[in-house]
């Protein structure tokens, strides 16, 4: 049962648009949430993070929003960048031991 | 620099041949973990090791064991891969206490 959902398989976006990228996740018992870049070929690189006692956390042109009532959390780019197309997972943890991944979202930014 | 590698990057093996893939890290975190993604699917957890404590998800296969000799490595074995156990596998570590994972460039496995 999937636990972490990213229901938008793709987007695309202009250069310089904002990119929001979103993720539902099921188990309130979640702590902790992390967003993952993933190019071709290689491992997913850690992006951001955010506790459940926060609801927005930025870094950059990146800021993670979350909503525990509604148990999503979104991932904000702005302004989107041609080096931000890649694979963007989102991934949930409890206790900070396992993690959950969604299916990834494919970003593609349109020069 | 610090950080886990995977090898090899690519294997192909044939049905029911067993294969041995590695992980090795130079970070000296004490958790460990394989992860199994399959194309537009989630990365799955295998199991985890924290420390020497193996750790394995119920509905990971008997097929897949998994081996820690020391901090540094850890080792996933497939006893009899299936056509259905082409994937991406994913080796990932985190130091107790921290709560990100570094991941390798993972083993792409192909079962002919």
């Known amino acids: 049962d999937q636990q972490v959902k990213q229901n938008s398989p793709s987007l695309s976006v202009q250069e310089g648009r904002i990119s929001i990228l979103n993720c539902d996740y099921t188990n309130s018992m979640f702590d902790y949430f992390l967003w993952y870049k993933k190019y071709p070929a290689e491992g997913p690189t850690f992006l951001i993070s955010i506790s459940s006692i926060k609801d927005k956390n930025e870094d950059g042109r990146f800021t993670v929003f979350l909503n525990k009532s509604a148990k999503h959390l979104s991932l904000h780019i702005v302004p989107s960048q041609p080096g931000d197309s890649a694979v963007y997972f989102c991934a949930a943890s409890r206790t900070g031991n396992q993690f959950y991944f969604g299916t990834g979202t494919s970003l593609t930014v349109i020069p | 620099d610090a950080m886990v590698i995977q090898n090899p990057r690519y294997q192909v093996t044939q049905f029911g041949k067993p294969v041995t893939l590695s992980c090795s890290q130079t970070l000296n975190h004490n958790v460990m973990y394989w992860y199994q993604q399959k194309s537009s699917q989630a990365p799955k957890l295998l199991f985890h090791y924290y420390d020497k404590d193996f750790n394995n998800e119920a509905d990971t296969p008997d097929n897949f064991q998994s081996r820690r000799p020391n901090t540094s490595f850890c080792f996933l074995d497939i006893r009899s891969p299936g056509l259905g156990d082409a994937a991406m596998y994913l080796c990932?570590?985190?130091?107790?206490?921290?709560?990100?994972?570094?991941f390798g460039a993972g083993s792409r496995l192909t079962v002919l």
């Open positions: 990932a570590t985190r130091m107790s206490g921290a709560n990100v994972l570094t």
